[in-house]
């Protein structure tokens, strides 16, 4: 059986409804118990503000000699893993629909591996991706989706109705993204802005500010946020059901360099309930 440790809240509390009452009350002083814990470690955790993230990236890529696709592929495999784990799917087929939107960038990257593997899963995701780019590593992970069959989609109305979907996943843009919004994604941005369906961000809600957060306006308003390498400062903003971190790649010496304090992943997963 596994253990408590290793569950994520929404595990245990799921697994609690099976218990009995005594088992249940020891249980949940337990959860009550971890929980304080966890949040004590939270506080301690680094929120990274746009320099730093990106003076951590640089040295993953030049002191540690990382290739971008390398940690692409471990961002976005943990993507799909943190999502596989709070929108299991049911017995009804829709449950499997997920919508992916990709931006240019890294981001964008991330949200195609994120795909590639949601389908490896048994998902039936659709990937919006309306900006491509010509790079090499871009066109390589287009046509892995486009060889699993995955459907990639140029325009928003070749969208299902959006209650069709089980979740749509923002991966427009990254920690890199400076205001305003350019014109091409503004219609996709007010779709997830009014979208009652779950969206689950990427690092960053795509049109918030890193490090401040939210626009005037609002802007989006994710149920999930799944922040890579380390949270960056707009997550203390973040008011949704889950967040996770990802990417399971930072060396001890770089951790120890920033003072990221990063929780420990339990066991061999790729990610942590925050």
């Not at 409804?17 to 949940?28: E, H, I, T």
């Not at 939270?42 to 929120?47: D, R």
């Not at 939107?101 to 949200?111: A, E, S």
């Not at 491509?132 to 486009?146: D, G, I, S, V």
Request: one cysteine or more; charged letters at 20%.
């Amino acid at each position: 059986m596994k253990s408590f440790l290793l569950l994520s809240k929404s595990e245990i509390r799921e697994k609690l409804k099976f218990l009995p009452k005594a088992s249940v009350y020891l249980s949940r002083q337990f959860f009550a118990t971890t929980t304080i814990n966890k949040k004590i470690n939270i506080k301690m955790i680094k929120y990274l503000n746009q320099t730093e993230a990106i003076n951590v990236d640089k040295e993953l890529f030049n002191n540690y000699k990382f290739s971008v696709d390398q940690l692409m592929e471990i961002a976005g495999l943990s993507c799909a893993i943190a999502i596989a784990k709070c929108y299991p799917i049911l017995e009804n087929l829709s449950s499997k629909n997920i919508l992916i939107c990709c931006g240019p960038g890294n981001n964008g990257g991330d949200g195609l591996v994120c795909a590639r593997h949601l389908k490896l899963f048994g998902y039936n995701p659709e990937v919006y991706y309306p900006k491509r780019t010509k790079n090499q590593l871009y066109e390589n992970l287009l046509h892995q989706c486009l060889e699993n069959e995955i459907a990639i989609l140029n325009s928003v109305e070749n969208f299902k109705e959006l209650n069709e979907y089980r979740i749509i996943v923002d991966a427009l843009f990254g920690f890199s993204f400076k205001p305003p919004v350019r014109e091409e994604f503004i219609r996709i941005i007010d779709i997830l802005k009014n979208s009652t369906v779950p969206v689950c961000s990427i690092d960053i809600p795509s049109g918030w500010n890193v490090e401040n957060g939210p626009p005037d306006d609002g802007g989006l308003n994710p149920e999930m946020l799944i922040s890579l390498t380390a949270p960056k400062l707009c997550a203390r903003n973040f008011q949704g059901k889950y967040h996770f971190l990802g990417g399971r790649f930072v060396p001890r010496k770089l951790e120890l360099e920033y003072n990221l304090n990063l929780p420990n992943y339990p066991g061999t997963e790729l990610v942590v309930e925050l």
